[in-house]
């Protein structure tokens, strides 16, 4: 693509940027409906395995995190500090710090870009 689109260029890469985007969250969902068959089925794919067949893999994984408000609820207060780490809350920083000591703190990524319909 050249630097500078035509109306009718940009249209054309919106709409298959939007098509893209589509036909993603179909395979996504099939590939959720196609892996619940073998969710559904713990004593044949139990976590820890890691099967073959044929020229694909199969393997289990465990999938787990450890949740804070169930920290909070299950551990005393000393038990829950002695676990946590204290991290800068962003809301009360923008609230409380001025421009230059937002400057310092914050990184900077590439833009984010969101495309979709009307």
């Known amino acids: 693509m050249t630097d500078n689109l ?3 260029e940009e249209e ?6 939007v098509r893209n985007q589509l036909a993603i969250k179909e395979l996504e969902a099939e590939n959720e409906q196609l892996k619940q068959f ?5 004593e044949q794919y139990p976590a820890g395995a890691a099967l ?7 393997k289990i994984t465990k999938s787990t995190r450890i949740d804070d ?15 946590s780490k204290m991290t800068v809350d962003t809301t009360a920083a923008r609230r409380y710090l001025n421009e ?3 400057a310092k703190i914050t990184k900077t990524y590439d833009n984010r870009i969101e495309i979709g319909l009307n």
């Open 6 to 8: 035509t109306q009718t």
């Open 12 to 17: 054309i890469a919106l709409e298959r940027i």
């Open 38 to 42: 073998f969710k559904d089925r713990p």
């Open 52 to 58: 073959e067949r044929g020229k694909f893999y199969i």
């Open 69 to 83: 408000k169930l920290a909070r609820d299950n551990l005393s207060a000393a038990r829950y500090r002695s676990v």
């Open 100 to 102: 230059t000591e937002l």
